[in-house]
């Protein structure tokens, strides 16, 4: 499948910006249900990990804002021993780590959906954790990659992060579309594609993320809706560009 891929990928015809938003559009009309369940979902995983973050300073939050009630001067002071400081960094880096790698699953599970939307197959209920059950490790080597193209991209004086978030973005619907090639091989395959048409991919990113963010406008609460819509133009991009073998998509979407 490999070399395959990889041919197709060296062969690809030059994605058309404009007709891909345009479908793009078309496309989240019609699930932007899907689009809402996967954002909240996605919040639901994070709210624990908010929390742990947060929870250590309660207290002093507390107090800060007793303080500003009574008109009081308030001087935080974090009276924490060194080990206790190195074991919640650790525990925050190990948590945050798991919630990238659940998130790429249920991104991956979206660009199923609209698979099977796009080549009219009905939507199954469920399965947004399909590929955790499957692929974990794979995801888990995944993740970590890409946490740490992201840690050396950003050390390079930020920079090259506009050039990396290209290949960074299309790691998830090409692991979606390919979930049987090693994590190397979907991590090179991004980049190949990446380096191809990078300029294009780089607006379709940095627009659709313009647009994702309009929901904000809607008292906040649209943004829920809006936010997986950054997805539908890397789906269409995949697509026009490797392509799938066939316009059908497995009758169980939960096998992944």
């Given amino acids: 499948m490999e070399p395959t891929l990889f041919r197709k990928i060296a062969n690809a015809p030059k994605p058309d910006f404009g007709d891909i938003l345009t479908r793009s559009f078309e496309l989240f009309k019609k699930v932007w249900q899907e689009c809402l369940k996967h954002g909240l979902i996605t919040i639901a995983v994070a709210i624990p990990i908010i929390i742990l973050v947060y929870a250590p300073f309660a207290p002093m939050y507390i107090e800060m804002i007793d303080a500003s009630i009574n008109g009081h001067y308030y001087e935080p002071e974090l009276d924490f021993s060194p080990v206790l400081i190195v074991v919640y960094i650790i525990v925050i880096f190990l948590v945050t780590f798991l919630m990238q790698v659940v998130s790429l699953a249920i991104t991956a599970h979206f660009y199923k959906v609209c698979q099977r939307e796009d080549t009219g197959q009905p939507i199954e209920v469920g399965g947004y954790f399909t590929y955790m059950r499957s692929y974990f ?86 943004v829920f809706v809006t936010a997986f819509f950054v997805h539908i ?24």
């Fill in 137 to 222: 490790g794979k995801m888990l080597l995944l993740s970590l990659a890409t946490m740490g193209i992201a840690l050396a991209a950003a050390l390079l004086c930020y920079l090259p992060i506009f050039y990396v978030m290209v290949p960074l973005q299309l790691i998830a619907p090409i692991f979606a579309f390919n979930k049987k090639l090693s994590a190397g091989a979907i991590i090179r395959a991004s980049f190949k594609l990446g380096n191809r048409f990078w300029l294009i991919i780089f607006g379709l990113i940095i627009l659709s993320s313009i647009i994702a963010q309009l929901g904000i406008l809607v008292c906040f609460i649209g």
């Fill in 233 to 256: 133009p890397m789906y269409y991009l995949y697509k026009d560009t490797i392509g799938f073998e066939n316009d059908t998509v497995p009758t169980d979407l939960n096998q992944g």
